[in-house]
């Protein structure tokens, strides 16, 4: 609803890219809001697991795209993105995806779990796949925790490719991890237009 109404799904058939899509939920509430887009999956291949038996349980009726249809390109092309209705990619094919393929990028909570490196790696690739918008939702202050140093939003390094839209506390976070009796989460929403070289 956040994007709907922010005006960043523009296209009646998007192309819309999940980093970290858990076990499908999004990818499943998107195409029930959204039955004209194309949701493309990026996460570890054990997790993709769950959420395509979730997603097809769901959905009995979609095509889905698996990495067994991928796995020969040596570029990953809206061409071949746009013959499947949900795609279920490992997160390394992102590498493969030829520019300014998505109409919306999401990220929601891994991002700032992972180390300096890899954030910068992925929102290098991030910004170069998608013409539209970037979403994420992740934590904005440094925790320690389980021998791991979670980054904050504020310290991601985006590049002057981005414009940074809408920015704001998240207090669902906060509600949702407070129900397990865990810290305040201090997850904010940041809305980042990719813009494009000229």
């Known amino acids: 609803n956040r994007m709907i109404n922010f005006g960043l799904i523009k296209s009646p058939k998007p192309i819309i890219a999940e980093l970290g899509s858990g076990a499908g939920e999004l990818a499943i509430f998107s195409k029930k809001a959204l039955p004209g887009c194309t949701y ?28 067994e249809d991928f796995k020969n390109y040596q570029k990953i092309t809206r061409k071949e993105i746009e013959q499947f209705d949900i ?17 919306v990028f999401i990220n929601v909570g891994s991002l700032s779990e992972m180390d300096r490196e890899i954030i910068k790696n992925y929102i290098q690739l991030i910004e170069k796949t998608t013409r539209g918008y ?21 310290e991601f390094p985006f590049s002057n490719r981005t414009k940074i839209i809408s920015q704001r506390y998240d207090p669902a976070s906060d509600l949702f991890h407070g129900r ?5 989460a201090n997850h904010w929403e940041l809305i980042l237009k990719c813009r494009k070289d000229s």
Request: glycine content about 4%.
């Open 87 to 103: 795609v279920m990619l490992p997160n390394w094919c992102l590498e493969l995806v030829e520019k300014d393929l998505f109409d």
């Open 134 to 154: 970037f979403y994420t939702v992740n934590r904005n202050i440094s925790v320690k925790e389980f021998g791991a140093e979670d980054i904050p939003l504020c």
């Open 180 to 184: 397990y009796g865990i810290y305040k």
């Open 40 to 67: 493309v999956c990026f996460d570890l291949p054990s997790t993709l697991l769950v959420a395509s038996y979730n997603i097809k349980m769901t959905f009995p009726d979609l095509k889905i795209g698996l990495y």
